[in-house]
């Protein structure tokens, strides 16, 4: 059981957050704030994992605002040494590390109703909405893009082509020759996610009668 619950009122972070739904989505892309993210974990199960760390950066008018990035470190009570090499984040490593719950603060007031981007999604709001859940707070609300599927959509098809079921941060970042200096920290991952998202969203321009809307 979380720290709220039913018989419990949400607390005034998460009210702020639900407020700022008021407001719709803008139509026209160059209005809409996009958040991209990413979050490193230390495993794939959302009920025995946990996240490590969450990165993110904001898209505003078309251009990644590096001025505005979100970088938190979690509190570990659980410890995956397999996962370690991956994502470099050591247990009681030399990090200022926050509370679940104090990061999921963070995080809403970071994001507030902005479009979220992530590649593979599914997973990072999986983890997300569950460690929501984990302390007794509701799923976000936020709509959500997938650059992995976003992709495919610039694909031509034709007999002789047919697009992969699935395409990894790493073939995109070498699709668009995006530097994968960073690869593997959330932050890094996150800026990667964002340039590519960006570049997609330029092809995806191309094609007739675009509009943002219909892949929201």
């Known amino acids: 059981m979380g720290l709220f619950s039913k018989s419990k009122p ?6 702020n957050y639900v407020k700022r739904f008021k407001e719709k989505v803008p139509s ?4 809409i704030t996009f958040v991209v993210l990413d979050t490193e974990t230390t495993g794939f199960s959302f009920d025995e994992d946990r996240i490590l760390s969450i990165g993110a950066v904001k898209i505003k008018q078309e251009t990644i605002a590096v001025q505005e990035v979100l970088d938190i470190y979690l509190e570990q009570e659980k410890f995956n040494k397999e996962s370690v090499p991956v994502h470099g984040l050591l247990k009681n490593g030399q990090r200022n590390c926050i509370t679940e719950l104090k ?6 007031d970071y994001i507030g109703n902005a479009v979220i981007v992530a590649h593979h999604a599914g997973f990072d709001m999986g983890m997300l909405n569950t460690a929501l859940n ?7 609300k936020n709509k959500v893009l997938d ?5 495919k959509k610039t694909l031509i098809k034709s007999y002789l082509i047919q697009p992969k079921s699935n395409y990894t941060l790493d073939e995109l970042a070498e699709k668009f020759s995006i530097s994968k200096k960073d690869r593997h920290t959330a932050l890094g991952d996150a800026y990667i996610t964002a340039v590519a998202f960006l570049k997609i969203i330029s092809r995806l321009k191309e094609k007739k009668n675009f509009s943002i809307k219909k892949y929201l």
């Open 10 to 15: 949400l607390p005034p972070f998460w009210t």
């Open 28 to 31: 026209n892309l160059t209005e």
């Open 103 to 108: 990061a999921l603060e963070l995080f809403l």
């Open 134 to 140: 984990r302390n007794g707070l509701p799923d976000l």
């Open 147 to 151: 650059t992995g599927v976003l992709y």
